[in-house]
T-cell receptor, first 111, second 114 residues
């Protein structure tokens, strides 16, 4: 069975204090790994898709990387507006559009 | 392009009742997936529809069902509601982004079962 584990569960950073969120996974044939951001009371917002080990994607202060066993979401010089829950999900080969999600990392960025 | 829309946004029901939730995908998207989100279990896959056919199903009881119409709009139904069905129900439609189908989520329907 496909599994996704995210750590830490919660993270509190000061503005400008860089850090990384971890997503480790086990999946039978990775088709893609996805990162989403979710604000309270809203649906997840798509951030990145990674397909293969060694791949990296960047968007503003966020950078996602992928290895054969885990993915990292690096947040550089975060701002309070980066506060949200960050969700990682995997799609296995042959499962159509089914995503298996981790339970997320709640990030709070303070002034 | 308009995003995924879900109606209603909030719903309160009592145990034993049934409920129908609606989802309109992004224009041009033919796949619609449904997820249940609870604080304890996170996001869990319910089912996926593509061109009016259920293509994949998660591990939920038969009380949870869905359908898709020819215009790709989808509905999910939960019969004989239980307290544990209280959750945020999310719909996602799939479209190509960088070569792989990517799911774009709606705002969700928050269901409270009393």
């Amino acid at each position: 069975e496909d599994q996704v584990t995210q750590s830490p569960e919660a993270l509190r950073l000061q503005e400008g204090e860089s850090s990384s969120l971890n997503c480790s996974y086990t999946v039978s044939g990775l088709r893609g790994l996805f990162w989403y951001r979710q604000d309270p009371g809203k649906g997840p917002e798509f951030l990145f898709t990674l397909y293969s080990a060694g791949e990296e994607k960047e968007k503003e202060r966020l950078k996602a990387t992928l290895t054969k066993k885990e993915s990292f979401l690096h947040i550089t010089a975060p701002k309070p507006e980066d506060s949200a829950t960050y969700l990682c999900a995997v799609q296995a080969a042959g499962t159509a559009s089914k995503l298996t999600f981790g339970t997320g990392t709640r990030l709070q960025v303070t002034l | 392009k308009a995003g995924v829309t879900q109606t209603p946004r909030y719903l309160i029901k009592t145990r034993g009742q049934q409920v129908t939730l609606s989802c309109s995908p992004i224009s041009g998207h033919r796949s619609v997936s449904w997820y249940q989100q609870t604080p304890g279990q996170g996001l869990q896959f319910l089912f996926e529809y593509f061109s009016e056919t259920q293509r994949n199903k998660g591990n939920f009881p038969g009380r949870f069902s869905g359908r898709q119409f020819s215009n790709s709009r989808s509905e999910m139904n939960v019969s004989t509601l239980e307290l544990g069905d209280s959750a945020l129900y999310l719909c996602a439609s799939s479209g190509l982004a960088g070569g792989l189908e990517t799911q774009y989520f709606g705002p969700g329907t928050r269901l409270l079962v009393l």
